[in-house]
């Protein structure tokens, strides 16, 4: 039997990573984790510092339609119309990356993750700014798209060592404070509307 056929069998198992025992050690989901981390600290030690840090974080999809019985997974959206809607069924990857220079397009990626079921772009979004600044002497500027304007993600990062620039949606409403307590009635949530230019 070749391998490509063997690897096809129903019968197959994928090999466990052991030691010498034959104790399994480690799950190769933990394995990848620790690969990408030594992968991101050895391109931060060649990353120079003079200069403060601009990364960038987005989340992509990867459409995967024609794959029913593929293993987790989920909605995304996408490009690609399904019943007039931009959805579409695969994986979602979240992406962090160093952009090293004012003009040009190419960045190097330092932690590239792909988004389980039981997470949310935002959730990996924060805990990959989380582990990357622990490794940075100096603070950073991450920029963000519009999906990661929300409250959610702004809570995440809140006590994360990194000044975050987003975008945010021409039709999100920015409240002020609200006014003091009147005396009567329910306070008052929110202040007033601010324009955002």
């Known amino acids: 039997m070749s391998p490509e056929t063997s690897i096809l069998s129903p019968n197959y198992h994928s090999p466990q990573c052991s030691d010498e025992s034959g104790q399994v050690s480690m799950k190769p989901s933990m394995i990848v984790a620790q690969i990408g981390t030594k992968n991101m600290k050895l391109y931060l030690r060649e990353i120079p510092t003079k200069q403060r840090l601009i990364i960038a974080g987005d989340h992509t999809p990867w459409p995967r339609t024609e794959a029913p019985t593929l293993k987790d997974r989920t909605y995304e959206h996408g490009a690609k119309v399904i019943s007039g809607k931009p959805i579409t069924l695969g994986h979602g990857y979240s992406t962090i990356a160093w952009i ?21 772009p935002i959730s990996k979004a924060a805990f990959q ?7 940075l002497k100096q603070r950073p500027i991450s920029l963000w798209d519009s999906e990661y304007g929300c409250a959610k993600f702004i809570k995440l990062t809140a006590d994360i060592n990194a000044d975050l620039l987003i975008r945010l949606r021409p039709n999100r409403c920015v409240f002020g404070a609200p ?14 509307i601010q324009e955002v230019v």
């Open 100 to 120: 090293p220079e004012d003009k040009g397009s190419w960045a190097l990626p330092l932690r590239h993750e792909r988004i389980t079921s039981f997470e949310t």
């Open 129 to 135: 700014l989380r582990q990357l600044c622990q490794h």
């Open 179 to 192: 006014r003091p307590y009147p005396g009567k009635g329910r306070p008052a949530k929110h202040g007033q």
